[in-house]
C-alpha cells in the first residue's frame, strides 16, 4: 500500500478513537454530574443527560440495584467502557493495516 493511503488510514483511526473517547467523555461527565447532584435546569447539564442517555439507550436501566446510583454509575459506566474498548480496537485495527 502506499503511503499516501497508509496516511489516511492513520487519520481515520484517529477520528475513531477521538469520537470513542468524547463518547465516553460525555458518559463519565454524567455520571459525575449526577453523583454531585447537579441543577438539572442548568441546559448545560440538561445537554449533558439528554446526550448521556441518549448514548447509553442500550445499558441504561440494565441492572436494578436498589440506589439509583449505582444503577447510574452501572449503566452510564459500562457504556463508556465498552465505546472506548470498541473504538480503540478498531482504531487499532485501521493503524495497523
Known amino acids: 500500500m502506499s503511503p499516501r493511503h497508509r496516511s489516511g488510514t492513520q487519520k481515520a483511526a484517529t477520528v475513531v478513537a477521538i469520537v470513542a473517547d468524547v463518547m465516553a467523555l460525555i458518559l463519565g461527565l454524567w455520571i459525575l454530574m449526577y453523583l454531585l447532584d447537579a441543577n438539572r435546569a442548568n441546559d448545560l447539564v440538561a ?3 439528554d446526550t448521556a442517555r441518549w448514548l447509553a439507550g ?4 440494565l441492572f436494578t440495584f436498589d440506589a439509583a446510583w449505582a444503577r447510574v454509575v452501572a ?5 463508556a467502557v465498552v465505546y472506548l474498548f470498541i473504538g480503540h480496537a478498531v482504531a487499532g485495527s485501521l493503524r495497523r493495516r
Not at 442500550?58 to 436501566?61: A, H, I, Q, T
Not at 449503566?75 to 457504556?79: F, R
Open 47 to 49: 445537554f449533558v443527560q
Open 58 to 61: 442500550w445499558s441504561y436501566d
Open 75 to 79: 449503566g452510564y459506566g459500562l457504556a
